[in-house]
């Protein structure tokens, strides 16, 4: 356990390799399963880029003084509550009775084409009536399902990795 828990870098390679697997399973069900995001689940799939690009700099960089790696640690758990955050809404969308779906939104290109950069930002938090559609499941739990359990185990790690902050940097 000292081995995942213990060493700063090796905290950084777990989050980059979270990252990694969870932006690869997305790829691979939007390109050979050929189910097409909605604007929720492209948030989502941001939040986890972020995440795994602050976490291959802690890893590269290997921060030495205690100040830097508690900021990386911060920062990769605000992107991983932001990604919390998309997929509890859009797992409420999909709760929601069939009447009470907002309506459908243009393509995400489209939007990005047609409306200011921070119109389309609000509309992606918010979601539409794609979002709200369950293409996949497994185990009775949709997509937004799985992301949400996946970012739930890497803040469960972010909170562990927190609490031993002090002593995981003085094993350097």
Same mark, same amino acid.
Not at 16 to 31: K, R, T
Not at 119 to 140: K, Q, R, S
């Given at each position: 356990?000292?081995?995942?828990?213990?060493?700063?870098?090796?905290?950084?390679?777990?989050?980059?390799?979270?990252?990694?697997?969870?932006?690869?399973?997305?790829?691979?069900?939007?390109?050979?399963?050929?189910?097409?995001?909605?604007?929720?689940?492209?948030?989502?799939?941001?939040?986890?880029?972020?995440?795994?690009?602050?976490?291959?700099?802690?890893?590269?960089?290997?921060?030495?003084?205690?100040?830097?790696?508690?900021?990386?640690?911060?920062? &990769? #758990?605000?992107?991983?509550? @932001?990604?919390? %955050? $998309? *997929?509890?809404?859009?797992? +409420?969308?999909?709760?929601?009775?069939?009447?009470?779906?907002?309506?459908?939104?243009?393509?995400?290109?489209?939007?990005?084409?047609?409306?200011?950069?921070?119109?389309?930002?609000?509309?992606?938090?918010?979601?539409?009536?794609?979002?709200?559609?369950?293409?996949?499941?497994?185990?009775? &739990? #949709?997509?937004?399902?799985? @992301?949400?359990? %996946? $970012? *739930?185990?890497?803040?469960? +790690?972010?909170?562990?990795?927190?609490?031993?902050?002090?002593?995981?940097?003085?094993?350097?």
């Amino acid at each position: 356990m000292n081995l995942v828990f213990k060493n700063p870098k090796r905290t950084f390679l777990v989050f980059l390799l979270a990252s990694i697997g969870m932006i690869g399973v997305a790829l691979f069900m939007e390109h050979f399963l050929e189910l097409k995001p909605c604007i929720l689940c492209y948030m989502q799939r941001g939040a986890v880029i972020v995440t795994g690009i602050l976490a291959g700099i802690g890893f590269l960089i290997n921060p030495i003084k205690l100040i830097t790696y508690k900021i990386l640690l911060t920062t &990769i #758990s605000l992107s991983i509550i @932001v990604g919390l %955050s $998309l *997929s509890l809404r859009q797992l +409420y969308l999909q709760s929601l009775p069939a009447e009470l779906v907002p309506s459908c939104a243009p393509d995400i290109d489209y939007l990005i084409s047609t409306l200011p950069f921070l119109e389309v930002i609000i509309l992606a938090f918010t979601g539409d009536g794609n979002c709200a559609e369950v293409l996949w499941t497994f185990m009775g &739990i #949709s997509i937004p399902g799985w @992301v949400f359990i %996946s $970012l *739930s185990v890497l803040a469960i +790690y972010c909170l562990i990795i927190f609490k031993n902050v002090n002593e995981i940097h003085s094993h350097k």
